[in-house]
C-alpha cells in the first residue's frame, strides 16, 4: 500500500516537537559555551609542554556525514521504501551526546598540537510518527579516544567504544519481536589528512572485541570520507556552507557499503559548530538492533558539535 510522503498534520507536530527539543538545548548550552570561553585551567613543565585540563575544540573532529557518531543532532526523516517490519515510513531522530575534551598535552606555543584525550558518550534514537510517535529503539554509546595532530596536516586516532542497543517498549508491545541482544565494543584506529585549508580526507578501521550476539555479528569494520569546509562565507561572514560524504563497511553485514551524504549551513560558535542541512543516507539503520536491514532516507537536520 503506498503511503503519502509528508502528512501534513504528523509532519507539523514533529516540527513543533523538535522546535521545542532544540530550544531547551539552547537554554541549557547556553551557560556552558559562555563558560568555554574562558581559558582551560593548565600546567606548564620546565620543558615547555602544557597540559591544558577541559580544553575547548579536539585535535581529530568527528566525521560530519557519520550518522552513527554520538552527538547532538534532530531530525526528520522520510523513508522512501522503509524494510523494519511494522514502522512507518515518516520518522524522528534524536541525539545526544558527543566528545568531550578532557585533556591536551601540546609542545610550547602550539595548542593546536599534541595528545588530546576525550569521552565519546550519548544515545541515539528514532522515533515513529506514523505510530503515535513510538519509540523504535535507541543505542546507548561511551568510549575514550586519544588523539593526536602534526605540522605535515596529518591528525591520528585510537579509540575504544561501547555500544549497546535497545528496541523501544512500545515497539515490542505493538510487534512481539524479541531482542538479538546487539552489543559491540569497538577498538578503532583512524588517521586524516587535510590536503588543502579547508578538505579532509580520513580512513578508519575497527575491530570487535566484544560481540553480544556472534551468531550474527562479526568484528570487522571499515571506514572513509570527505569532507569541505568554507566558514564565514556566507550573510556578511556569519555562516559558511560544509559538504562531507562518509562510506562504511561491516563484516557482520557481508561487507555491504552504507553511504552518507550531508551538506548545509554551518555557524562557528566559540568551541561548538551548529549545522542546518540535508543528509541522504542508505545503509543500515542507526539502531544496531536493526543493522540486518538496509534502508534509505533523506532527512532535514540540525546537528551541533561540543
Not at 161 to 176: A, F
Not at 247 to 270: F, P, Y
Request: glycine content about 12%.
Amino acid at each position: 500500500m503506498s503511503r503519502t510522503l509528508f502528512p501534513t498534520a504528523n509532519l507539523l507536530q514533529s516540527i513543533r516537537t523538535q522546535a521545542t527539543l532544540l530550544c531547551l538545548a539552547c537554554l541549557i548550552l547556553a551557560p556552558l559555551q559562555s563558560r568555554g570561553e574562558e581559558p582551560p585551567p593548565s600546567v606548564v613543565y620546565a620543558s615547555g609542554w602544557t597540559l591544558l585540563l577541559a580544553p575547548s575544540g579536539d585535535l581529530y573532529s568527528p566525521y560530519i556525514a557519520d550518522p552513527h557518531r554520538p552527538g547532538n543532532a534532530i531530525q526528520a526523516m522520510a523513508f522512501p521504501d522503509g524494510t523494519i517490519a511494522d514502522a512507518g515510513d515518516l520518522r524522528f531522530a534524536l541525539k545526544a551526546g558527543g566528545r568531550f575534551s578532557l585533556a591536551r598535552l601540546h609542545p610550547p606555543g602550539r595548542p593546536d598540537r599534541g595528545f588530546q584525550l576525550g569521552f565519546e558518550g550519548g544515545m541515539d534514537g528514532q522515533f515513529d510518527l506514523e505510530n503515535g510517535q513510538d519509540n523504535l529503539g535507541w543505542d546507548g554509546n561511551y568510549g575514550f579516544v586519544l588523539t593526536t595532530a602534526r605540522e605535515e596536516g596529518l591528525g591520528f586516532k585510537a579509540g575504544i567504544l561501547h555500544t549497546s542497543s535497545h528496541l523501544g517498549d512500545e515497539y515490542l508491545q505493538r510487534t512481539g519481536r524479541d531482542r538479538i541482544g546487539y552489543r559491540r565494543l569497538d577498538l578503532s584506529l583512524g588517521v586524516n589528512w587535510m590536503p588543502a585549508e579547508r578538505w579532509r580526507l580520513y580512513a578508519d578501521g575497527g575491530w570487535g572485541v566484544d560481540l553480544g550476539n556472534q551468531k550474527v555479528q562479526a568484528p570487522g569494520r571499515l571506514q572513509c570520507g570527505l569532507e569541505f569546509e568554507h566558514p564565514g562565507s556566507l550573510w556578511q561572514g556569519r555562516l559558511g556552507w560544509y559538504a562531507a560524504f562518509d562510506a562504511t563497511a561491516m563484516e557482520e553485514r557481508n561487507w555491504r557499503l552504507d553511504t552518507s551524504v550531508q551538506t548545509g549551513v554551518m555557524l562557528h560558535s566559540a568551541s561548538r559548530t551548529w549545522r542546518v542541512g540535508l543528509e541522504l543516507y542508505k545503509g543500515r539503520p542507526s539502531i544496531g538492533e536493526f543493522f540486518q536491514n538496509t534502508e534509505a532516507y533523506a532527512s532535514l537536520g540540525v546537528w551541533l558539535d561540543l
